[in-house]
């Protein structure tokens, strides 16, 4: 009975997003998203109740805490020889306790989002809006800013460079989520050599895909499948004067990280370490989004580091 209750309340709840979106050309939406969905190729409400039935399917979710204390943060290149000057000096860093998602946030998780706050759904939606077989997908194509939306709207954020590293790699320093071992077929959804693939729609995993390669606290894909957006700004130099405790990036910049790698890139890429930044609007067909929370109560350090670099 517990279980039919939940499946009512959810289906309640999305009956009520789609009368919302339907009867209100007003209906809310994030402040860094605009809705634009409306065209011939996927009209949103044209299969309503098949949206409806996407939106109430079940998919993998719930969140894993990761302890707070030290771990170690960046790159040896004496241990890691593709070690970037982006990814130095290593050093340990302390972290208070936080939770992230164990898994990726999936199609069915961003399509409930969309049927919510009228947000326009990723160009990759072609099907009206994608096919079942893709809903425990990662989403893809998302933007920073509509990948900051998801996760305050799931009353959550995005995680900070340092959580998603932590929680990807554990507190030793390890290349890749299981180890120093390079990625294999069984470990990890990235383009080995020679595979490199480019379809219409990616060849994406499941996102409970992979439990060989998980992190030390159990969760999956943080090598491959899509990258994911983090919190900060990207600043190359940023970890020669970077906070010890905490540390939420530069105050400012022009491009915000992604970590990870992904589905049709080099494993040296997927690296726990590995940085790469985009603009805030980018969307790409690498790169979804895992959302984190802060345990109960303020956070100790939220004050941004103004980054002064030392020589």
Same mark, same amino acid.
């Given at each position: 009975?517990?279980?039919?209750?939940?499946?009512?309340?959810?289906?309640?709840?999305?009956?009520?997003?789609?009368?919302?979106?339907?009867?209100?050309?007003?209906?809310?939406?994030?402040?860094?998203?605009?809705?634009?969905?409306?065209?011939?190729?996927?009209?949103?409400?044209?299969?309503?109740?098949?949206?409806?039935?996407?939106?109430?399917?079940?998919?993998?979710?719930?969140?894993?805490?990761?302890?707070?204390?030290?771990?170690?943060?960046?790159?040896?290149?004496?241990?890691?020889?593709?070690?970037?000057?982006?990814?130095?000096?290593? +050093?340990?860093?302390?972290?208070?306790?936080?939770?992230?998602?164990?898994?990726?946030?999936?199609?069915?998780?961003?399509?409930?989002?969309?049927?919510?706050? $009228?947000?326009?759904?990723?160009?990759?939606?072609?099907?009206?809006?994608?096919?079942?077989?893709?809903?425990?997908?990662?989403?893809?194509?998302?933007?920073?800013?509509?990948?900051?939306?998801?996760? +305050?709207?799931?009353?959550?954020?995005?995680?900070?460079?340092?959580?998603?590293?932590?929680?990807? +790699?554990?507190?030793?320093?390890?290349?890749?989520?299981?180890?120093?071992?390079?990625?294999?077929?069984?470990?990890?959804?990235?383009?080995?050599? $020679?595979?490199?693939? $480019?379809?219409?729609?990616?060849?994406?995993?499941?996102?409970?895909?992979?439990?060989?390669?998980?992190?030390?606290?159990?969760?999956?894909?943080?090598?491959?499948?899509?990258?994911?957006?983090?919190?900060?700004?990207?600043?190359?130099?940023? #970890?020669?004067?970077?906070?010890?405790?905490?540390?939420?990036?530069?105050?400012? $910049?022009?491009?915000?990280?992604?970590?990870?790698g992904s589905w049709n890139e080099d494993p040296e890429v997927a690296r726990s370490a590995g940085r790469n930044g985009g603009t805030l609007d980018r969307k790409s067909y690498l790169t979804g989004l895992r959302c984190a929370k802060s345990?109960?109560?303020?956070?100790?350090?939220?004050? +941004? #580091?103004?980054?002064?670099?030392?020589?």
């Open positions: 009975m517990k279980q039919g209750g939940r499946i009512c309340e959810k289906r309640c709840q999305v009956v009520l997003f789609l009368l919302a979106c339907c009867l209100s050309p007003l209906a809310s939406c994030p402040e860094d998203a605009h809705a634009d969905h409306l065209s011939p190729k996927h009209d949103p409400w044209a299969q309503p109740w098949e949206l409806e039935r996407l939106a109430l399917l079940d998919v993998p979710e719930g969140m894993v805490s990761v302890p707070g204390g030290p771990f170690l943060m960046g790159s040896d290149p004496k241990v890691d020889r593709a070690a970037g000057p982006q990814e130095q000096p290593q +050093r340990p860093v302390s972290l208070d306790t936080f939770e992230i998602d164990r898994y990726e946030v999936t199609n069915v998780h961003y399509l409930r989002f969309v049927l919510a706050t $009228g947000t326009a759904w990723p160009p990759f939606w072609m099907q009206d809006p994608f096919l079942e077989k893709m809903a425990l997908h990662p989403v893809i194509g998302v933007s920073w800013e509509e990948a900051n939306a998801y996760c +305050r709207w799931v009353g959550k954020r995005l995680p900070t460079e340092a959580e998603w590293e932590k929680a990807a +790699r554990g507190e030793d320093g390890r290349v890749f989520p299981w180890g120093n071992e390079p990625a294999g077929w069984l470990k990890s959804n990235i383009a080995h050599s $020679g595979s490199k693939r $480019g379809f219409k729609y990616p060849p994406l995993a499941n996102v409970n895909r992979y439990d060989k390669g998980v992190s030390p606290y159990g969760v999956y894909q943080m090598a491959g499948n899509v990258s994911e957006w983090v919190s900060d700004w990207f600043d190359p130099e940023y #970890y020669r004067s970077s906070l010890p405790d905490n540390p939420m990036g530069p105050a400012t $910049g022009e491009l915000k990280v992604f970590r990870g345990e109960a109560g303020p956070r100790p350090s939220t004050i +941004r #580091y103004q980054l002064t670099k030392t020589p």
